[in-house]
Structures are given as structure tokens and as C-alpha cells.
């Protein structure tokens, strides 16, 4: 039986890289940018407009001029026009590029237009104001978004106005996740009185969802040589399988058996962690099998602990530890790393987690009460004191 750390470590020697491929960028919010992406002009592209008003040349006003002609609007959208007499203005709207010989905006607001004559009533206008100078964002050529970064709604908005139409992003892996046991039934089904509706599976589907994984699902009885036949073929087929159940040590557990019969080099059964001990974790040349206990909870925490940074680590991005400090104090007895689930609330920047007792690793309905885990050490001590800092891995916003 290893550690925590080592299962981590091994799981993260064996990562996979899937390739690029290139999607409509509507489609890469959720998955990982594999180009840089670079301003092809200045942002903004041109003296821009951030007020409607009129625009002026400032030294008139330092002169003491307040009625300003106006020789006529510059819209948005519109060619830049240029003002004839310095001593004139334009109106211009939002947006609009600054009109040539201009310099300063004033909002109309601060502003009387009698037909064809604006007059400025402040007595104070600053050179330069209300104007978006071109290249103060960024300049042409600067990286605007990095390679390995995660697409979000803000990123989609850049690749639009950088006119990519399609974008580099991380493949995905092909995944089958696979739920064993004679005891399982369809969501759809009535369960008899010795049945359960299968869970885990769907658990599975909904996590990957989370990572923009699209997986595929399977069940298979508790009958060797069809384990085995299904198992072999999945071998050929999938980048990442993902077992729930048979990994234990049960009469009918027979995938460590199976997955040894196959040829799947075995790099780990067992870790000192609860819940999750019985995880077996395995890979061929074109394969890796994360084989997770058949309890839900043990199913969920290891997705989160092992999964999740695997796949990151496979596409390119760098997760960060977040850390919640308990409310209370903690007793937990066996010489295990423990997963607890917790209620996460934040107060003036710190994260405090509150356990939340459940009933065992079975007990699925428990983690609807809380919104992620608490990672306690292995360690000989019996107490964990309130005020203390841990890792903490998350499944909802709190």
C-alpha cells in the first residue's frame, strides 16, 4: 500500500499528450488554448471616442473659447473626418474615431447646442480627456492570450476581435468509463428489493463534463471472460478507461485479474487514504486505467484527487492547491491521508471549511451537503486543530 504523495506521483509520470487540434472558437470555451494569440493592430486601433460630445482642439479653450461651430458629426463606424477650422468642433459619438485636428472631448452633458454653435458650460476641461488612445491597451503584436491557458467567455471575446475564426486547442481524450456489478440497474429501471440504480457512471460522465471531456459508458456483469472480452477491446479503442467497482477484495472482483491478464502494466493497488483505499492504477503503450472502488464517495474523491491533475497535467496546464482552515477540531483516528467532506464558506479573503458528517463512503446523498474535501495528512496524530490550514479540492462554487 503506498502513500497519497506517491499515488500522486506515479499517476503524474504517466500523463499523455493527445495532440491539437482546430475548432470554431465558439466551441473552446472550457478547453486548453495550444497557440499564443497575438494583436494583429493597436487595441484599440485608433484614437476611439468614450463619450458622445463634441470634439475640440484643447488650446482654444485654454484661450478662453467656449462657443464652438460645429461642422458636423463623426459617427461610429463612420471614415475619420477631419475638423476644416481649428476653432470649430465635431460631435462625435461613442466609438467613433477622434475626428483629425481634435484633441479633447467633452461629454454633452457639459454641453448647450444651439443650432449650429455648442457651448461649454464647465470651467474646467482637461487636454486629452475622453479619448481611448490608440495602442494603450496593447500594441500590435503583443500576446494578448497564452498558450496553455483555459478559454473562458473573456477569452472568446479577444479571439473575436483578433479575427480567429478558429482556434488551437488541446485534443481530448477518448474515454470509456465503465461500471461493474450484478447488482446495478439502468436509471430508467425499477430497481428489485436486492438492486440499486447505477451512479457512479453517471457521477463520472458529469466530472469529465466538468474537464469538456466527452466519455462513453458501459456496464458489464460480474462474469470474468466477458469482463475480460469487453475490457480487451476497450484496451484497443480508448485512450483513458475509467472503472467503478470490482477493484476490491471481493469473490467477484476480478478486474485486477483481468486488467493482469491483458497485459496492463500495473503500477499501483491500494493507498493509505480514506475513503478510496482499494484505487488500482494501471497503463499500457497506448492505454492508462484508473480503476477507482465501487463506493460512490471513494469514486468521487479519486476522480478529483488522481484524474483531475493527470488530465491537466496531460494538456498542459498547471493546477493550483487551494487551502481552507477548519472551523473545528477533527478526530480521526486511523493512520490514514482522509478525504472529509466539508461546507466551504469565505469570509475577507480566507476559505473555511466546516466537515459535514456523513454516513461512510456509500453514502452518496451526503455529498449533495457539501461542496468539496478536505485532504487531512497521514500522520500519527489523532487530533486536527481548528484554526489549521489544509489542501482542499472543490466540485461546486461556495
Known sequence: MITVEE?????????????????????????????????????PPFNRVAMDGIAINHRFFEHGVR????EGIQAAGSPQQTLDNAANCYEV?????????????IRYEDVEINTLVATITIDEIKEGQNIHTQGSDKSEGTILIKKNTIISAAEIGVLATVGKATVKVAKQPKVMI????DELVDVNENPLDHQIRRSNVYTLVSLLNDLKIPAETAHITDEKQILKEKIESYLKQYDVLLFSGAVSKGKFDFLPEVLDELGVQKLFHRISQRPGKPFWFGTTDNCNVFAF???P???????????????????????????????????????LSCFLQVKLTSEKGQVYATPIQGNGSGDLASLVEADGFIELPKTEEVVFKKGSVFPILTYRGF
Open 7 to 43: 499515488a500522486k506521483h506515479i499517476i503524474l509520470e504517466n500523463t499523455q499528450d493527445f495532440g491539437i487540434e482546430e475548432i470554431p472558437f465558439l466551441q473552446a470555451v472550457g478547453r486548453v488554448l495550444k497557440e499564443d494569440i497575438v494583436a494583429d493592430r493597436d487595441f
Open 178 to 181: 465503465v461500471s461493474t456489478g
Open 93 to 105: 459619438m461613442t466609438g467613433a474615431v477622434l475626428p483629425n485636428n481634435t484633441d479633447t472631448v
Open 297 to 335: 464517495v471513494s469514486t468521487f474523491v479519486n476522480c478529483l484527487v488522481y484524474f483531475y491533475p493527470w488530465h491537466y497535467k496531460s494538456v498542459g496546464v498547471s493546477s493550483e492547491e487551494k487551502t481552507a482552515i477548519l472551523v473545528k477540531d477533527l478526530t480521526f483516528k486511523p493512520n
Open 67 to 70: 462657443d464652438f461651430k460645429t
Open 293 to 295: 472502488p465501487g463506493n
